[in-house]
């Protein structure tokens, strides 16, 4: 029988988790069992859910609200369509409502992954659309340019590019707006772009934020691309997976997306309630074609646990039935001084995305970029960033730690 | 200056709270501005965020994890566009990762509220379509259907029309499916629902669940209209708001809309982090248009505490820019002896709504149907049920008394 199997962390300090896993294989799928006539049974059994695993946690202290079982439920595919909305709402939608329980990871099956062609270009695309297959990317984001004229936004795309980054990406707040509408924003900074790769050699995507109604999005962003727009930035979780799903299966809508993290924060962190961090923004992000994963580093200010920045990566990269790997992108608290780590954490395929880190050098925002660059290849080559900092045409560099040293 | 303002609780054992006010209504609007050049301040300072208020509350035991303030911030509404998704990403979007922090409530200016009409029924339009104003409404929720055929589905409507309810809506987790199409359901319910009201002379509205791929919804919904539909139900928070602002606006489908809560427990519970359930639940519901509203009720196994019942009840009713009011739908362990509960709490203006307390009644469905209306009756004439069960042709209230008694 084809399943999806969903994986939940239920809290209960005296609950049988054997019943509550059953009532759960039960009552979100065929509601009730036991007291069926046997002729029911039989036609029904196809569409029952099934308790795969029951692991009960059993604190020694026994101190209240430590008690829980990981629940491994399997739903049969054929109750629900191949879409996002009804995957969610049949594992997850009363649920969640239904006491402490949180959804730790979800396993699709092979059929219900065949409804969905996942990121079109993948983390391997975005790498050839640069040309950089060799070392991490570099993402510059826009310093708030709320209320910035065109010719303002121009100049602060064009610094960036001047430092030589793979990407820019539009702040997540900046939507559809008269000072700065997304085909002339796209126009101006693609011709920006131009200009600095005359001058660094570098090719750059521009993750356009793709905003308003829900109805109006496929046209925007294919407006975006007429306009010239290489990749486009969406705030998923405000519009949800399937719109998601929708644009990135668009064959219009031929650039990469990179999703962003905005509203997640209101899901993942608890211990207690909501989705892991590998589910919301790994699994469901890929399985919904996003290109590049946003989320919060474990290094800055804004920051999530270690290991569960390194659940997003693997559910990024590892074999997930068809579908291409996505690139992540872990995001704030990021200056030069912290790539080392990044590099030791994701290896070579992540995004080291930054905005105060580039914004805010010292020689300012293209030395910011060129310091970056200047780290990325010190580690490549093995080189402490205190002996590459030391190298006379590494002065954005030694500038860069001097202001924010190096984290180890 | 036009604002919508956003309400926080944000935990901390240590914070300067005034500190971190600040750096919110700067971070997510301008993104710096004491560095700012004077004149560029002039042109910026209708873009600033405004902190309104902050009000800090010190645990007498300084307990860890117990010191909080609650930050009032104003956004001027020049900053986003007038639709869901930009309004949440600019007052949660990246602040919702920022630490243990909840949204508690939204305040949208009279211009934001302008680009939404709101419920198009709304309570006194819902009461309108089935002709009652002096009495609560009574929903019946189908027992789980999935792998029920048409003949079956349609037997266990006629059973609940049967008792008189007043609203009858599809179980959230029926999603589009080869047994039960959507215009095909319709058109065997809304027979049923015929031939029920010629023995019981009640109206009904049958909510058929709208589920599928985003872009498609619209045409679904007119599928089912076209069938016959008088009412849709659908999974908002799997779709997002804006989707059910885009359904309820569009003039062509012209029934009520019945918003179900599903994941939305990933959402509201936690005390750090989420959103209330008086902004999930009952503003964004009301902005978006959904004319009735389902969530947790107090009373029973799925539990919602009561204040928050109340305070979802209150931002559906109470006075919202042009808005009209929306129907609450308390659900979920609902039987005839808590009905006293229910009108008290909520008054008459509720929807008693149970699945079990009418399927589940010892003399059969219909049965079940009609021990609510003598609950309801009861009430609204100051009789005790008790007393109200003795009456001879109440046998099936004094039946549903006896399996499940009467809730004080």
Redesign the interface.
């Known amino acids: 029988m084809s399943m999806c199997v969903a994986t939940y962390r239920a809290y209960d300090d005296k609950a049988d988790f054997n019943k509550k896993a059953l009532s759960i294989a039960v009552?979100?799928?065929?509601?009730?069992w036991t007291e069926l006539p046997e002729a029911q049974k039989a036609?029904?059994e196809?569409?029952l859910g099934k308790v795969l695993s029951i692991d009960v946690h059993e604190p020694e202290q026994a101190a209240a609200g430590e008690r829980y079982a990981d629940i491994k439920i399997g739903y049969p595919d054929?109750?629900?369509?191949r879409?996002?909305?009804?995957l969610?709402?049949?594992i997850?939608?009363?649920?969640?409502?239904?006491?402490?329980?949180k959804?730790l990871d979800l396993d699709v099956s092979e059929d219900f992954a065949s409804a969905f062609p996942g990121p079109a270009f993948g983390l391997q695309g975005v790498r050839d659309l640069v040309g950089v297959h060799d070392r991490p990317l570099l993402m510059s984001i826009f310093?708030?340019?709320?209320?910035y004229d065109l010719a303002a936004l121009r100049e602060q795309f064009y610094q960036q590019a001047l430092g030589g980054v793979d990407l820019i990406k539009d702040?997540?707040?900046l939507?559809?707006?008269p000072l700065t509408p997304i085909e002339k924003r796209v126009e101006v900074c693609m011709e920006a772009a131009r200009q600095a790769q005359e001058v660094t050699g570098q090719k750059l995507l521009y993750a356009v934020n793709l905003?308003?109604?829900?109805?109006k999005l496929?046209q925007q962003a294919k407006k975006a691309i007429a306009a010239g727009a290489n990749a486009l930035l969406f705030?998923t979780l405000?519009?949800?997976f399937?719109?998601l799903h929708?644009l990135s299966s668009d064959p219009e809508i031929n650039v990469p997306i990179a999703s962003?993290?905005?509203?997640?924060?209101?899901?993942y962190?608890?211990a207690?309630?909501?989705?892991s961090p590998s589910v919301l923004l790994g699994k469901l992000n890929r399985l919904a074609g996003a290109d590049l994963v946003l989320f919060?580093s474990p290094y800055g200010?804004?920051v999530?646990p270690k290991e569960q920045n390194l659940a997003i990566d693997a559910a990024l990269k590892q074999p997930f039935h068809h579908l291409k790997q996505s690139m992540p992108v872990p995001s704030a608290g990021i200056h030069p001084g912290i790539v080392p780590l990044i590099m030791k954490d994701f290896g070579q395929d992540v995004v080291v995305n930054a905005g105060g880190g580039i914004h805010g050098h010292p020689m300012g925002t293209a030395a910011g970029g060129r310091a970056f660059h200047q780290a990325i290849s010190a580690c490549l080559q093995g080189t402490p960033l205190e002996e590459a900092a030391k190298q006379a045409d590494h002065q954005e560099l030694a500038s860069a730690i001097q202001a924010w040293g190096i984290k180890k």
Chains 1, 2 share one sequence.
Do not use: C, Q, W
């Not at 054929?78 to 369509?81: A, E, K, L």
């Not at 310093?143 to 209320?147: E, L, M, T, Y």
């Open positions: 009552g979100l799928t065929v509601g009730s036609s029904m196809k569409h054929i109750n629900f369509s879409d996002i909305p009804a969610l709402v049949t997850f939608g009363k649920l969640s409502m239904d006491g402490r329980i959804l310093k708030s340019v709320v209320g702040d997540e707040i939507f559809e707006n905003t308003g109604p829900t109805s496929a705030n405000s519009y949800g399937d719109v929708e962003h993290p905005a509203l997640a924060g209101a899901i962190p608890s207690h309630y909501g989705m919060p200010s804004v999530m």
